[in-house]
């Protein structure tokens, strides 16, 4: 047998529930099992999912990290594809999704970033009624081909960074799931080291990295991803009450706020973007999480005005609106509402 085209590297960190049908999923792809490898990293035994591994000759890796991005790499080290592509274990394949990767990336030989939109399901696997919003494009056209380079002059003219323009005016969430992501090798290989120091949203790294890389991007509105929607997701998370809500909220918060520091300043190379402004944000929420159901906060993490002040920044030019509330209510509980009232004010006074 060649060498396949397409890697698909599957991860799972103390999840077995639905790992099985994320399986089956690729058991089901219509593309040649000559084109594809798959590569299965978890730090659990699973006889349902071992099986359908087993049968099927992919391989298995055990590997007890919980950093994302060190599983990735570790998936990365046993694969032989030219492109590399991510199936979360709780998500599940169209049976088509392969065969529209390979024949994409086999027309257009520049292209580094593939992303498809998403279906959303239930833990069940039943359709949503009312179902999150999924990736879409903005532009005209459900298949878009370009080069972000295009966008350079605009970029400066406006003062927004192209991942901005894109996420703004080209594709809604184009970097949104992981398992609706492909990429050229070269791309998650280039910075290796980066993703040792990933602890989570991958979609969003390898979206920047292809941004840092230069090369043609393809959104397509088909819906190849099924999303699943559970309470165990680590995209979703349940605020509460009482200490193990108040961990759990911060754990999350911290793994993003690290995550997006490391795509917004290093990966982007810093500049106000939306991953820095998405950091703020879950500074933001963590500064409200009383101080004693955390105990101390690391000195790094200790809000000071000028993040206030950056954070304000972030919403006028329409980065983040979402900052306002949790913005003025930690301005307020730490004490620097007086250096930035008139801000504040004037900033409320325009979105209201």
């Not at 009450?241 to 961990?247: D, L, Q, R, T």
């Not at 900052?323 to 209510?329: A, G, R, S």
């Amino acid at each position: 047998m060649g060498q396949p085209y397409i890697s698909v590297i599957v991860t799972a960190y103390n999840r077995r529930r639905y790992l099985s049908f994320a399986m089956r999923s690729l058991e089901a792809q219509m593309l040649p099992r000559d084109r594809f490898e798959v590569i299965v990293v978890k730090n659990f035994d699973d006889p349902e999912s071992d099986s359908i591994i087993s049968r099927n000759g992919w391989k298995n890796v055990y590997n007890d990290d919980p950093y994302h991005g060190r599983m990735v790499l570790a998936g990365l080290e046993e694969s032989r594809g030219e492109v590399i592509t991510f199936l979360d274990d709780d998500d599940m394949y169209t049976n088509n999704r392969l065969e529209e990767i390979y024949n994409v990336f086999n027309y257009y030989r520049d292209l580094v970033y593939f992303h498809n939109s998403q279906e959303f399901i239930d833990e069940d696997g039943r359709r949503l009624e009312n179902p999150l919003r999924p990736s879409k494009n903005l532009v005209r056209g459900d298949d878009i081909v370009f080069n972000p380079k295009a966008l350079q002059g605009v970029s400066k003219r406006y003062g927004m960074s192209i991942a901005d323009l894109i996420l703004k005016y080209v594709r809604a969430r184009a970097d949104f799931n992981n398992s609706s992501v492909a990429v050229r090798r070269h791309i998650v290989e280039s910075h290796a080291q980066l993703l040792k120091r990933l602890p989570a949203s991958i979609d969003s790294f390898t979206f920047a990295a292809s941004l840092r890389s230069g090369g043609l991007f393809y959104f397509t509105d088909k819906k190849l991803t099924l999303y699943r929607v559970h309470s165990a997701s680590a995209s979703i998370y349940v605020l509460g009450e009482g200490p193990e809500a108040y961990i759990r909220q911060a754990k999350y918060l911290l793994q993003f706020n690290e995550a997006y520091n490391i795509i917004g300043s290093e990966l982007l190379e810093g500049g106000l973007n939306v991953y820095i402004c998405s950091r703020l944000l879950q500074m933001s929420e963590l500064w409200l999480i009383p101080i004693d159901k955390l105990k101390e906060l690391p000195s790094e993490l200790r809000p000071k005005p000028s993040d206030l002040a950056r954070a304000l920044e972030c919403i006028t030019k329409g980065l983040s609106r979402r900052l306002t509330l949790p913005l003025v209510l930690a301005s307020l509980v730490l004490g620097h509402a007086k250096q930035l009232k008139g801000r504040i004010y004037r900033l409320l006074g325009r979105l209201i």
